[in-house]
């Protein structure tokens, strides 16, 4: 199988990169093994790629150990944030072709695809304004020596993405990563694996020395393991399910003990109270849940409504779900695709008829979408128990519940009834209620008057079993960094 392949989008015609991005070149798997990906709009292949088994990770880890111990170390931090913005410039300049390939092979709408472009492009910018701005302390602790830190790489980073951001996950990994002079092995999801390299023809464009960051698809089991307990990996960062994360954990654990970060899945509640803007709460609320088709690890699928407004903010909510134009992703006005996959098709639907059978009421949706595509409708389900599965468990799809509170403390105390906190919100328009609600919430991003407004300067991440660590804004720069402590004995004249 060769190694591109042009592929025609409704809006554009490219050339895409299918084989292993190892040493800033597309090589195929030692194993010569290929898998297709597949179109959700309308379930047929597009296209297959070259997978890469264990011995290509070896094969990466080495070329980026190399790059570590080579050319990497004597470019200068202001040099790597050259290249970040390079690559930003490239990801901006090429926009409707990378966004095509989101559309294309993720299903999210194209306009929306546009916009992770453009966070992409702004991550990594803002990464490369960090480069040459990592530095340490100097210490005073007496006169007959001098203390220093240094902020070193940790060195080869071992990146394991989801399919739901193909793209915005490169950036939010590569940039810290790389902004501290790390050096990358990416794997991308085995949904997705496009986006990521086209990005890898960009990063070669870019100018960044072989071998600095590697580009892989293939399969979580055999690639995203390999990367997991590898003994020459200094850091693995993850992002999806708690159940995999667990496994990465454990993985390190008994590997190198790498160090370990983890973005893991949620259950975020959305609480209403009765003074807020119903209007503009109802907004927030349907882009909580139904924003990436409720594929977002922060999705607000736990609505928690004051009962003096409930009665009618089911009924506005539930005209406004119908108002969203579910269908095609090349079309512009698209705000929800499909599904990315028939697994994820069906692990949703079951959810949705266990909802049903529990006895849970259907105040929308509930069914597919058209007869092609993992399309399903928006959902929203009432008269909810805090037992019921689709209350307590991540559905990842368009399906939420909204659940009645008395007061401020019981939508505290329901929101807080979860073993995950990765994101919470809450709709008031007066301060003191904001400010006790937020402070009360166990989760690492609390929404007020919004949700799901992430932002490459913020960092996110999880509380409880939601995650470890935070990424993004200065924060994700300390996973990236060893500190090491210099002491200097002074002699005395
Ligand atoms: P989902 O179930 O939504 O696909 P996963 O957590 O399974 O989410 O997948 C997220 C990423 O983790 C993907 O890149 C996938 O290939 C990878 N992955 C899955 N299983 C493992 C594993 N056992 N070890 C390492 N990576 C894995």
């Not at 220093?148 to 950036?171: D, K, S």
């Not at 597919?368 to 399903?376: F, M, P, W």
Request: hydrophobic share 40%; charged share 20%; aromatic share 8%.
């Amino acid at each position: 199988m060769s190694l591109f392949q042009t592929i025609k989008t409704p809006v554009v015609t490219y050339e895409q990169p299918l084989g292993l991005f190892i040493n800033n070149e597309f090589i195929k798997g030692v194993e010569g093994k290929t898998f297709e990906t597949i179109n959700p709009h309308n379930e047929k292949p597009i296209v297959a790629v070259h997978e890469a088994t264990e011995k290509d990770v070896d094969i990466a880890v080495q070329a980026a150990r190399r790059a570590l111990e080579g050319e990497w170390k004597q470019v200068t931090p202001s040099e790597r944030g050259r290249l970040l913005t390079r690559l930003a410039d490239f990801l901006e300049r090429d926009i409707d072709t990378v966004a095509a390939i989101e559309a294309l092979d993720n299903g999210k709408g194209v306009t929306m695809a546009k916009g992770d472009v453009a966070a992409s492009a702004g991550c990594l910018r803002y990464y490369g304004g960090w480069a040459d701005k990592i530095f340490g302390q100097t210490i005073d602790t007496d006169r007959g020596s001098l203390t220093y830190t240094r902020h070193e790489p940790v060195g080869v980073c071992g990146q394991i993405i989801p399919w739901n951001f193909p793209l915005l996950m490169i950036a939010w990994k590569i940039g810290p990563a790389v902004a501290t002079g790390n050096t990358v092995i990416i794997k991308t999801a085995e949904q997705t694996p496009l986006s990521g390299l086209y990005v890898a023809k960009l990063i070669k464009e870019a100018g960044f020395p072989p071998g600095v960051i590697n580009v892989i698809s293939g399969f979580g089991r055999t690639a995203g393991a390999a990367i997991a307990s590898h003994m020459d990996i200094d850091k693995v960062a993850f992002t999806g399910s708690t159940l995999v994360g667990r496994g990465i954990l454990q993985a390190a654990a008994k590997s190198n003990l790498k160090k370990v970060t983890l973005e893991l899945g949620g259950k975020s509640p959305n609480i209403v109270l009765p003074d807020a803007n119903l209007e503009e709460a109802i907004g927030w609320v349907n882009l909580g849940i139904f924003f990436n088709h409720g594929q977002c690890c922060c999705a607000g699928s736990r609505i928690l409504v004051h009962e003096d407004i409930y009665d009618q903010f089911l009924e506005l909510f539930k005209k406004r779900a119908e108002e969203n134009k579910v269908g095609d992703p090349f079309k512009t006005d698209t705000f929800q695709g499909p599904q990315v996959s028939q697994l994820q098709y069906d692990r949703i639907m079951n959810y949705i008829v266990d909802a049903k059978h529990a006895g849970a009421k259907v105040v929308t949706g509930g069914e597919r979408h058209g007869n092609e595509g993992y399309y399903i409708q928006p959902t929203i389900f009432a008269d909810v128990h805090e037992d019921m599965k689709i209350v307590k468990e991540e559905v990842f799809g368009p399906v939420c519940t909204v659940q009645k509170v008395r007061d401020e403390d019981e939508a505290i105390r329901v929101a807080n009834s979860t073993n995950y906190g990765l994101a919470a919100a809450v709709h008031t328009t007066n301060i003191n209620s904001a400010i006790r609600v937020s402070n009360a919430i166990k989760a690492g991003t609390v929404w007020v008057n919004n949700y799901n407004t992430l932002h490459y300067q913020m960092p996110f991440g999880g509380f409880k079993e939601s995650g470890l660590g935070r990424e993004l804004g200065s924060y994700a720069l300390e996973n990236y960094t060893e500190v090491k402590t210099v002491r200097i004995h002074l002699s005395q004249a």
